[in-house]
């Protein structure tokens, strides 16, 4: 195309003067239209509103929508008339007119039950009832009018933006009836960003928030941001890492904390962040931070006044206390309870909860690492104030590949408690592997904690709907960093809708939200749907064979956790591989049965039976909690050594099909985006191979036994792969 207009400036000189410049413009805008039409770099997110690709659709969706009532006179209501005015006018190609109700179809009624008439007609007292706050029902009425209504404000945000997904998924306005209110209260991302603005485990670019400009410039990206959480329901964004630097509790940071809160508040986020314990000290000088100490109660509580002044929603606080060097109420021999009680009652005034982390381990402790949250956390159920949630990891240890449910999850019965998940892949690749992390999500979600019995799913115990806590809410570690794209990969967006959808509704499967987010944020053409479908569903299998098959956990490098270091040791034994494979030349893994660590101990019967067993235990969590003979054979007839192989091996087969499935649909997609993920799974799959040859050549001088055909044997040595040192890998400080 350029070269075409290159071409033609020649003719400038030969012809007509005005032939010339008419020919020059026009070129000029075809080359603006394809590169409009062809690159596309991420910014958009699932908000593109392509045009809608069906034109007879969009024909019927333009006369559905032909006139919109709707009374936006509140910022709330004025975001979600925005995002309908651009919405519809992207996706049908024409504006829609907002006006009062007319006598003829093609209505679309927005409101509260109580700002039409029509609106009350069409729904119920009881299903307005059981929408709760956040709620809101999308329905096709007579004279085919359509309705958006909910009880409030930010239920009518969250109903146009759903409305807004189904016309971008063309899916049928007719007979459009869809009520729905989230399952859980706090929806929230953990942003593991530093004042400074590194990100701890971030792989895309630097933190969204500009500490040094703001409170001054409000960077557009914000409302962005804000426009993409509401667009999945996310109410809330914990803004700060979890180690935590106390400044940020200080007035020249809560300014600024109080602009970006007052950006998001339209958009339904509140903003909460996190607490060091050790803030009393360093701020004012007092001699302890003990939580039963009434000098240090009284300084949280005027911090919160304080706060509070600033932000009148602020959400409240999130800590990471006596874990990984962060201060805790256990350097005062208090416990979790005594020290988040306290900052739950500095906040309980104003409706601020605390989300207190699970997270916590010790290396003096002589405990199995994984057991060390349950055995902690277990005596104090029933403790916390009701304003406090327990935070709690998915799997006991670290957002490995893959780990077995928390047992804290159907454990705390009398607790709040809520799941994080993490959103950024530390342990899966960073933002270069495409790694579609709702399968992950929802093997936890749907994992079975048998409790009261079958069916008690971590899902049940985490929504209220199993043992009835108040308070609930999922949190995830967000991916999300100043790269254009915001996730560093393209697929990574992926894992934060996902995130949002799930935490709106635990119950969801990966499919339906990879076939929702892929059609917004790509294209509807079956063609292309489905074969990303299946690589997204495939794709975190296939990241755990790779690197840690058959329940292998914690072998990746050290401190950055870029690569492969199953060899790890020398440091706290709880930091390194070797402690958690513990590789003879007899056997591998980690005993965590009766005659072991018992962790199976923690989990509620049958689950602790199943687990326990090496005959019952899931292959996918064999050596998480057993030690396993090389020669043991499993299902499939195979050795240990040789399954464990083979799954490498698949592994790295997989990341190639992913590569080769992905060249075959250029024409689906831009070509910037096209070519950027085509990048990337190249390197995902080199990844892959370099994860299982030094794996496997790793555990071979252990195993003693050959590399099975049909296995590529590695070319290079262990030695070459043990002399790999990364410097300067992102997300790590
Ligand atoms: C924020 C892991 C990560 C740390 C992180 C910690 C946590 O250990 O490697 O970077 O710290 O989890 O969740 O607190």
Redo the contacts with the bound molecule.
Sequence with gaps: MFCFFLLNQKTIFVNNYKICYMKTFFLFFLLFCTLSAFSEDGYDLWLRYAPVENVNLQKTYRNQVKSIAFNANTPTLEAAKSELKTGLSKMLGFQPEFAEITNNTGNLIIGLPDNFEVIKENTGTEELNDISREGFILRQIENNNLIITSNTEIGLLYGVFRFLQIVQQELPLSGLNVVDSPKTQVRILNH?DNLNRTV??GYAGFSLWDWFRLPDVIDPRYIDYARANASIGINGTALT???ANAQILTPVYLEKVKALADVFRPYGIKVYLTARFSAPIELDNLPVADPLDPLVQEWWKKKAAEIYSYIPDFGGFLV?AD??G?PGPHNYNRNHAEGANMLADAVAPYGGIVMW?A?VYDQHVPEDRTKQAYNEFMPVDGEFRENVILQV?NGPL??QPREPFHPLFGGMEKTNIMP?F?ITQ?YLGFSTHLVYLAPLYEECLQSDTWTKGEGSTVAKAIDGSLFGQKLTGMAG?SNIGTDRNWTGHPFGQANWYAFGRLAWNPYLGSRKIADEWIKMTFTKNHAFVEPVTEMMLTSRETAVNYMTPLGLHHIMAAGH?HGPGPWVDGRRPDWTAVYYHRATSEEIGFDRTPGGSNAVGQYHQPVADKFGNIETCPEEYLLWFHRVPWDYRLKSGNTLWDEMAFRYNQGVNEALAMQESWNLLADYVDGQRFKYVQSLLEIQTKEAAWWRDACLLYFQTFSNMPIPDGVEKPVKTLEYFMGINELYMP??H
Excluded: A, C
């Design positions: 593991w701890e485990r890492n979890v180690n990471k874990s990984e962060q982390r997270f990891k670290d957002f994080e993490q530390e570690v956790h997300g790590h």
